[in-house]
């Protein structure tokens, strides 16, 4: 990572300063053309010739393929400045050799730029390019394909090598080739390197592209390594950073190929040839072993692979095979086999020395024959090529066979990748990592008998975690990591700070919105950071578990831990890790952690440690796990990290799951409208709401499939505490993240109406009742009550609960209707056990009967409202009539009943769920309800404290009385919401206002542009005073609505 690191700075630098250059781009500072400077002829001839001599300008040819009239320089000999001596063929020992260092001179390049081939009809094909030198180096070739052409970092080389010229391919075995070509290359990541040519082999992968391939030029990474000289008409290609149109119909009788227009990228490669190939050959294979060099991934030590694979081809090929697998390290070969000539002699070959890696004697001749009538050589060429054959098969290891006909071959593109694999199995499993290839890792590296290091399956577990690659995390589980045992507070803190592919740092925005304070460069997330972030966006009184004493007590000591062990200096290098104290002197009381309804329960049995916690195991500041539910920490880490296929695969796992999809859906919700309040981008803000509804659909599927297979526990899920999350419900939680379509379902809707009516059995005229009987208290008996098996899905107070066992064990018997309600009904849900204290419905004790009826919610709700409407008619009369020095009657009943409101709203305050005072006021105050509550009641007691007061403070007090009591009027429509009809009316209505808020503004401005200066025309000569804004803005509020005031106009 470093050796890159310093790479990309002294590339960096280098760009810099070329660039600085006037006049010239990166890619002409940094790469060279090369143009012949002197003649040598290919044959000499005696005869004495002018310095214009046809002859010599239209017959002979340099040694770099040029006739001496296509030369651009030469020397003053060699273009006959001066007397021409004559040409007559030198000694053979004095006889120059052409050598492109000595005869050829490097110039800036002069073409570079896109080409567009012409004669596409069906997609625009289109490709980078650049002619440069044979002696460019690699380092900035890798600079210009990544920086410049934009080419994503590769993570497979395949070089391809075949033959040249056109050749048939049969149906079978090229459909396995292209096919398996492209699938190996678009799910790795892959550069593919050709020749480029419209020929032979690469036109098959051309073929392949344009059959299998992506349509979109980024993801085609087919570059085409090309001599210069062999290109048809690349003087068109002459040109700096320009469009050039290219056709690839070139001339039949030609010796020079055109282009394939299905590559993406291509390098020129200019020796000062023309017409000669082989000139590009050495600097492919520098490229190849730099590429090698590189990192397969950032969070990776591996290298990039690079795998050969040979399609037909001539004897040039099986010289560059036995050049591959000779390398150090080698580079490994996949043979094609069926394509013909060098391809089926290695296939051969391969298979005959499969025992002992020797060729048999009988077989060694009928080889040599073979190898004669494919190539059409002689004797000795074919001895020649039996000897590199035989030197290939040296390293046969290297080397792999495809063959499309056997039964039991691999898939094309498994064979290219797996024949890459090399190394250890974690070497292995790190690469597949990197090409997020988890079925090559399943059947090829995680197999049974597999030797593994301590540790490596933990650290190839978190690389998949943070490259986000879900199909490892699952091999990984199935293959026996266990969450529990490989989450600790250190990795997953190391996951929450890797911001991989996330570049927005979205979620230091929302820690720094959650602790009110900027964050600083560099600043390490730590679980307290997220345990606020998480706070901040459920809101409300949630409590993040990351933000408990019991949990902070031990991170405190895990992290002590650490940095003392980290002062030990090199004493502990090579011995077992610890993270924690030793197991002897470590306090033995309770687990460190506990995701349960009374975490502190310990506490009061053992009140004389108030403040020590046990450690769960010796080894958990080790390396264990810290958390008893660890795959809960791992998906809210997915959600937080914006990882929706990594958090809808953990949803899949563990308990809990309408709960996790609940509150998955309100934080998405809650992050994507901080997202739009940040003005981080409408695509961010709509890829979270997308996430939010994804998982709200999930939770109201889960709910609906659970209704339909058990209606009792369904609902029981709906109001089951959730130990993990901060003891909330399913409903409450849905409610909070206003997923309304949870709140609709059929089985939430009777849940509320079971919430609602208590034990009451009621259907219809269910108000009628409930008024009849809190008038006549005597009516309660006549009323029908659920039983216990009825209720066993209502969550029950503990107080209720002890109630019903004193009041079943002071009434009559069972009877035989009891004694069958007791019976469990399996497909039900119901528990028997729940029902064995609950009677018949008629033989409920009448306590038992009061006692259910005054604390259903329904008459609780009744009681109030009729008391409330007494308590508005007293405070109507009082403000109504005289207010005499002392209160009256009436008065003394409102103001014990504003003084008994106020006692409850501050108990209310005081048992909400949120431990802080400010955050127990923060989350009262967000209700709109509690804040006309609080106003109304502190209007009230200023009021009462100044009507005790003589006038004119009196008068003051009876006017506070009459403004208190418009709050306690409009309180009515808290009461009215729950109507069905009266109640989305209300709604409808606050939305209404929250958005006439803008056209009020509006309003405003108008009135006040039109107020101003018709006042100031009317009435010239007046005197400044508060009354301006009044008669600035009174007249003309009123005009609106049709007041002209005439008679003003008359009068004047």
Same mark, same amino acid.
């Given at each position: 990572?470093?050796?890159?690191?310093?790479?990309?700075?002294?590339?960096?630098?280098?760009?810099?300063?070329?660039?600085?250059?006037?006049?010239?781009?990166?890619?002409?500072?940094?790469?060279?053309?090369?143009?012949?400077?002197?003649?040598?002829?290919?044959?000499?001839?005696?005869?004495?010739?002018?310095?214009?001599?046809?002859?010599?300008?239209?017959?002979?040819?340099?040694?770099?393929?040029?006739?001496?009239?296509?030369?651009?320089? +030469?020397?003053?000999?060699?273009?006959?400045?001066?007397?021409?001596?004559?040409?007559?063929?030198?000694?053979?020992?004095?006889?120059?050799?052409?050598?492109?260092?000595?005869?050829?001179?490097? &110039?800036?390049?002069?073409?570079?730029?896109?080409?567009?081939? *012409?004669?596409?009809?069906?997609?625009?094909?289109?490709?980078?390019?650049?002619?440069?030198?044979?002696?460019?180096?690699?380092? *900035?070739?890798?600079?210009?394909?990544?920086?410049?052409?934009?080419?994503?970092?590769?993570?497979?080389?395949?070089?391809?090598?075949?033959?040249?010229?056109?050749?048939?391919?049969?149906?079978?075995?090229?459909?396995?080739?292209?096919?398996?070509?492209?699938?190996?290359?678009?799910?790795?990541?892959?550069?593919?390197?050709?020749?480029?040519?419209?020929?032979?082999?690469?036109?098959?992968?051309?073929?392949?592209?344009?059959?299998?391939?992506?349509?979109?030029?980024?993801?085609?990474?087919?570059?085409?390594?090309?001599?210069?000289?062999?290109?048809?008409?690349?003087?068109?290609?002459?040109?700096?950073?320009?469009?050039?149109?290219?056709?690839?119909?070139?001339?039949?009788?030609?010796?020079?190929?055109?282009?394939?227009?299905?590559?993406?990228?291509?390098?020129?490669?200019?020796?000062?040839?023309?017409?000669? &190939?082989?000139?590009?050959?050495?600097?492919?294979?520098?490229?190849?072993?730099?590429?090698?060099?590189?990192?397969?991934?950032?969070?990776?030590?591996?290298?990039?692979?690079?795998?050969?694979?040979?399609?037909?081809?001539?004897?040039?090929?099986?010289?560059?095979?036995?050049?591959?697998?000779?390398?150090?390290?080698?580079?490994?070969?996949?043979?094609?086999?069926?394509?013909?000539?060098?391809?089926?002699?290695?296939?051969?070959?391969?298979?005959?020395?499969?025992?002992?890696?020797?060729?048999?004697?009988?077989?060694?001749?009928?080889?040599?024959?073979?190898?004669?009538?494919?190539?059409?050589?002689?004797?000795?060429?074919?001895?020649?090529?039996?000897?590199?054959?035989?030197?290939?098969?040296?390293?046969?290891?290297?080397?792999?066979?495809?063959?499309?006909?056997?039964?039991?071959?691999?898939?094309?593109?498994?064979?290219?990748?797996?024949?890459?694999?090399?190394?250890?199995?974690?070497?292995?499993?790190?690469?597949?990592?990197?090409?997020?290839?988890?079925?090559?890792?399943?059947?090829?590296?995680?197999?049974?008998?597999?030797?593994?290091?301590?540790?490596?399956?933990?650290?190839?577990?978190?690389?998949?975690?943070?490259?986000?690659?879900?199909?490892?995390?699952?091999?990984?589980?199935?293959?026996?990591?266990?969450?529990?045992?490989?989450?600790?507070?250190?990795?997953?803190?190391?996951?929450?700070?890797?911001?991989?592919?996330?570049?927005?740092?979205?979620?230091?925005?929302?820690?720094?919105?959650?602790?009110?304070?900027?964050?600083?460069?560099?600043?390490?997330?730590?679980?307290?950071?997220?345990? /606020?972030?998480?706070?901040?966006?459920?809101?409300?009184?949630?409590?993040?578990?990351?933000?408990?004493?019991?949990?902070?007590?031990?991170?405190?000591?895990?992290?002590?831990?650490?940095?003392?062990?980290?002062?030990?200096?090199?004493?502990?290098?090579?011995?077992?890790?610890?993270?924690?104290?030793?197991?002897?002197?470590?306090?033995?009381?309770?687990?460190?952690?506990?995701?349960?309804?009374?975490?502190?329960?310990?506490?009061?049995?053992?009140?004389?440690?108030?403040?020590?916690?046990?450690?769960?195991?010796?080894?958990?500041?080790?390396?264990?796990?810290?958390?008893?539910?660890?795959?809960?920490?791992?998906?809210?880490?997915?959600?937080?990290?914006?990882?929706?296929? /990594?958090?809808?695969?953990?949803?899949?796992?563990?308990?809990?799951?309408?709960?996790?999809?609940?509150?998955?859906?309100?934080?998405?919700?809650?992050?994507?409208?901080?997202?739009?309040?940040?003005?981080?981008?409408?695509?961010?803000?709509?890829?979270?709401?997308?996430?939010?509804?994804?998982?709200?659909?999930?939770?109201?599927?889960?709910?609906?499939?659970?209704?339909?297979?058990?209606?009792?526990?369904?609902?029981?899920?709906?109001?089951?505490?959730?130990?993990?999350?901060?003891?909330?419900?399913?409903?409450?939680?849905?409610?909070? &993240?206003?997923?309304?379509?949870?709140?609709?379902?059929?089985?939430?809707?009777?849940?509320?109406?079971?919430?609602?009516?208590?034990?009451?059995?009621?259907?219809?005229?269910?108000?009628?009742?409930?008024?009849?009987?809190?008038?006549?208290?005597?009516?309660?008996?006549?009323?029908?009550?659920?039983?216990?098996?009825?209720?066993?899905?209502?969550? *029950?107070?503990?107080?209720?609960?002890?109630?019903?066992?004193?009041?079943?064990?002071?009434?009559?018997?069972?009877?035989?209707?009891?004694?069958?309600?007791?019976?469990?009904?399996?497909?039900?849900?119901?528990?028997?056990?729940?029902?064995?204290?609950?009677?018949?419905?008629?033989?409920?004790?009448?306590?038992?009967?009061?006692?259910?009826?005054?604390?259903?919610?329904?008459?609780?709700?009744?009681?109030?409202?009729? &008391?409330?409407?007494?308590?508005?008619?007293?405070?109507?009369?009082?403000?109504?009539?005289?207010?005499?020095?002392?209160?009256?009657?009436?008065?003394?009943?409102?103001?014990?009943?504003?003084?008994?409101?106020?006692?409850?709203?501050?108990?209310?305050?005081?048992?909400?769920?949120?431990?802080?005072?400010?955050?127990?006021?923060?989350?009262?105050?967000?209700?709109?309800?509690?804040?006309?509550?609080?106003?109304?009641?502190?209007?009230?007691?200023?009021?009462?404290? +100044?009507?005790?007061?003589?006038?004119?403070?009196?008068?003051?007090?009876?006017?506070?009385?009459?403004?208190?009591?418009?709050?306690?009027?409009?309180?009515?429509?808290?009461?009215?919401?729950?109507? *069905?009809?009266?109640?989305?009316?209300?709604?409808?209505?606050?939305?209404?206002?929250?958005? /006439?808020?803008?056209?009020?503004?509006?309003?405003?401005?108008?009135?006040?542009?039109?107020?101003?200066?018709?006042?100031?025309?009317?009435?010239?000569?007046?005197?400044?005073?508060?009354?301006?804004?009044?008669?600035?803005?009174?007249?003309?509020?009123?005009?609106?609505?049709?007041?002209?005031?005439?008679?003003?106009?008359?009068?004047?």
């Amino acid at each position: 990572m470093k050796e890159s690191n310093n790479l990309e700075e002294r590339m960096s630098s280098r760009i810099n300063r070329r660039q600085m250059e006037p006049g010239k781009s990166w890619i002409q500072t940094t790469f060279y053309k090369r143009e012949c400077v002197k003649f040598l002829p290919v044959s000499w001839v005696d005869h004495r010739c002018s310095p214009v001599c046809h002859v010599c300008q239209n017959l002979i040819r340099c040694c770099c393929g040029r006739l001496i009239g296509e030369h651009v320089e +030469l020397d003053s000999m060699s273009r006959g400045r001066g007397p021409a001596p004559p040409m007559s063929s030198p000694p053979s020992g004095d006889r120059e050799d052409w050598s492109v260092t000595k005869h050829t001179k490097a &110039s800036s390049t002069d073409a570079f730029g896109s080409i567009d081939f *012409q004669g596409s009809t069906k997609r625009t094909c289109r490709a980078k390019y650049v002619r440069l030198s044979c002696d460019a180096k690699p380092e *900035q070739l890798l600079c210009l394909m990544l920086r410049e052409w934009n080419l994503a970092p590769p993570k497979l080389v395949i070089s391809i090598h075949g033959g040249l010229e056109n050749f048939p391919l049969p149906q079978r075995v090229g459909q396995a080739f292209s096919k398996g070509l492209i699938r190996a290359a678009e799910t790795t990541g892959a550069w593919i390197l050709t020749d480029g040519f419209n020929t032979g082999v690469s036109m098959y992968v051309g073929d392949a592209v344009k059959l299998y391939g992506t349509h979109e030029r980024r993801k085609r990474n087919v570059i085409g390594v090309t001599p210069w000289g062999l290109v048809e008409n690349h003087r068109d290609l002459i040109g700096q950073d320009v469009l050039r149109h290219y056709h690839t119909l070139g001339n039949p009788l030609s010796k020079r190929s055109s282009l394939n227009c299905l590559h993406s990228h291509f390098l020129l490669v200019d020796d000062g040839t023309l017409g000669k &190939s082989g000139g590009q050959l050495e600097l492919r294979r520098r490229l190849e072993r730099h590429l090698h060099r590189q990192r397969i991934h950032p969070r990776l030590g591996q290298r990039v692979p690079v795998v050969c694979v040979v399609v037909e081809g001539g004897p040039p090929v099986l010289s560059l095979v036995l050049e591959y697998v000779s390398r150090t390290p080698p580079v490994p070969v996949i043979v094609f086999e069926g394509t013909g000539r060098a391809a089926d002699l290695l296939a051969l070959i391969h298979k005959q020395t499969a025992v002992d890696r020797k060729l048999d004697t009988d077989i060694k001749e009928d080889f040599l024959l073979r190898v004669q009538a494919v190539f059409g050589v002689g004797r000795p060429e074919a001895s020649q090529l039996f000897t590199v054959l035989t030197s290939c098969m040296g390293h046969r290891e290297m080397i792999t066979i495809f063959d499309s006909e056997s039964e039991d071959h691999l898939e094309p593109d498994v064979a290219i990748l797996t024949a890459s694999l090399r190394g250890t199995p974690a070497d292995q499993l790190s690469i597949t990592l990197a090409w997020d290839r988890a079925d090559i890792a399943q059947e090829h590296i995680l197999v049974y008998g597999q030797q593994w290091k301590v540790g490596a399956l933990e650290q190839a577990m978190l690389n998949a975690l943070l490259m986000d690659r879900v199909g490892f995390v699952k091999l990984l589980i199935e293959n026996g990591i266990t969450l529990k045992h490989f989450l600790t507070v250190s990795r997953l803190e190391e996951l929450y700070n890797t911001q991989q592919g996330s570049p927005d740092n979205f979620l230091y925005h929302i820690i720094e919105e959650a602790k009110k304070c900027r964050l600083s460069v560099g600043h390490k997330i730590s679980l307290i950071d997220i345990g /606020m972030a998480i706070e901040y966006l459920i809101g409300g009184a949630y409590r993040s578990t990351y933000m408990r004493k019991s949990f902070r007590a031990v991170y405190n000591q895990i992290h002590s831990a650490l940095k003392e062990a980290s002062q030990e200096g090199s004493g502990m290098v090579g011995k077992p890790r610890k993270r924690g104290v030793d197991p002897a002197t470590a306090p033995q009381t309770q687990p460190p952690f506990f995701r349960t309804a009374e975490p502190y329960r310990r506490k009061q049995e053992n009140p004389s440690l108030p403040h020590e916690l046990e450690l769960a195991s010796p080894a958990e500041l080790g390396g264990t796990s810290l958390f008893v539910y660890s795959i809960n920490d791992l998906f809210v880490w997915a959600v937080l990290m914006r990882r929706q296929q /990594m958090a809808l695969f953990l949803w899949q796992h563990g308990e809990q799951a309408m709960a996790r999809a609940v509150v998955a859906c309100r934080l998405y919700r809650a992050m994507a409208t901080e997202a739009k309040e940040r003005i981080m981008g409408d695509s961010i803000a709509e890829e979270l709401k997308k996430f939010s509804i994804e998982f709200g659909q999930l939770a109201v599927d889960l709910l609906d499939k659970a209704f339909k297979e058990n209606e009792c526990m369904a609902m029981k899920l709906l109001t089951s505490e959730m130990t993990d999350w901060s003891n909330f419900t399913c409903l409450q939680m849905a409610v909070a &993240s206003g997923l309304r379509p949870f709140v609709a379902h059929s089985c939430t809707q009777m849940l509320l109406t079971d919430l609602w009516m208590g034990h009451l059995n009621m259907r219809k005229n269910s108000w009628v009742k409930i008024i009849v009987s809190i008038l006549l208290p005597m009516a309660i008996q006549l009323l029908e009550f659920k039983s216990k098996a009825e209720m066993s899905h209502i969550p *029950q107070t503990h107080e209720a609960l002890q109630f019903g066992v004193e009041a079943a064990s002071s009434g009559a018997p069972p009877t035989e209707t009891a004694v069958q309600a007791e019976q469990c009904d399996a497909e039900s849900g119901r528990n028997c056990a729940q029902s064995r204290s609950g009677l018949a419905v008629r033989c409920l004790p009448w306590a038992r009967k009061v006692y259910d009826f005054y604390n259903a919610p329904v008459v609780k709700f009744w009681f109030h409202t009729m &008391s409330y409407l007494a308590f508005l008619m007293l405070f109507s009369y009082t403000v109504l009539v005289r207010m005499e020095s002392r209160p009256s009657a009436a008065e003394w009943l409102v103001i014990a009943y504003i003084i008994s409101t106020a006692v409850e709203k501050t108990r209310e305050l005081w048992v909400s769920e949120p431990r802080k005072f400010r955050k127990k006021l923060k989350v009262w105050f967000s209700e709109y309800w509690n804040i006309s509550d609080f106003i109304a009641i502190f209007l009230f007691f200023t009021g009462l404290v +100044l009507r005790c007061q003589s006038d004119p403070a009196r008068t003051a007090g009876r006017l506070m009385y009459c403004l208190d009591i418009i709050f306690w009027f409009v309180r009515l429509m808290d009461i009215l919401a729950i109507n *069905q009809q009266a109640g989305p009316y209300l709604t409808m209505i606050t939305k209404m206002m929250s958005n /006439m808020f803008y056209i009020m503004i509006i309003m405003g401005i108008v009135l006040v542009s039109f107020g101003t200066p018709r006042w100031s025309i009317l009435k010239p000569d007046e005197e400044p005073s508060w009354d301006l804004l009044k008669q600035v803005l009174f007249q003309p509020y009123f005009m609106m609505f049709g007041e002209v005031y005439a008679g003003e106009i008359n009068r004047g």
